[in-house]
């Protein structure tokens, strides 16, 4: 019979308790699935992808709150939800470093390094006076995205899975970005993968289409994997591109930028 008297048994905390809980749930795996790949989405757009019950939908969520899988970010009347991968990654340290020593100081030090991390997302918000079909007829209508987007014409059905590119309007043999489908809710949300062509590998976009009365607030998103030149890169390239499509759905006409 093998000696077990040498293991140090582990007593699980409370904490610990809870995200296995949580985590025991398909529904609440689901729901972490789609707030990794949409981080800030709302309670009400995460209850549109399920057939149960906005009360069920948010008391799953309550469960990974309480576990700390989930973060909540007040913004205004809405609450905008992001996955925390801080306790599962506990969790895997603890078997980890009983069990793998030789592994154990690599990975702590990745741990830590991951947490400190700064906050590889670009946000921003605006809000525009029109409808959401005319927000969405702009945000997916190839004649209207060479009027903001750079001259850039968008490429897409728009089915997850299938490309979305954006072409130089005057030669559609050059590809400005490259992309993704990756959701399309319309008039809601769209989410789609961005490659800059900069060898940096894909990021993700996602816009929020929220009506609010005579206007909606517009939400975009880009997240990145890793801090790369594209991520430096596109920072100052949302601004124009947001304050276009504002200036055109309200008044009709292009933005003209000056160079210098």
Partial sequence: MTNLSHIN??????????VFKALANSS???ILDIIGSAPGITQGDISDHFDMSRFGVRSHVEVLKEARLVTVEADGRERRHYLNVVPIQTLYDRWLTEHSARWASALTKLKYGLEAMPDLKHRYEIYIRTSPEDLWNALT??????????????ETSLEPGTPFLYRHH????VTMIS?????CVPMKRLIHTFDFM????????????????DVCKLTLVHVFEEENKTFSDVQSGWNPILSGLKTWLETGEVLQIPTS
């Fill in 9 to 18: 048994l582990h007593a699980e905390s409370p904490a610990e308790d809870r």
């Fill in 28 to 30: 609440r795996r689901q």
């Fill in 141 to 154: 209508n190839g004649d209207v995205t060479p009027l903001y987007y750079y001259g850039a014409q968008l």
């Fill in 170 to 173: 005057a030669d559609k043999s």
């Fill in 179 to 183: 992309g993704e489908v990756v959701e």
């Fill in 198 to 213: 900069k060898g940096d590998g894909p990021s993700t976009v996602t816009y929020e289409i929220e009506p609010m009365g």
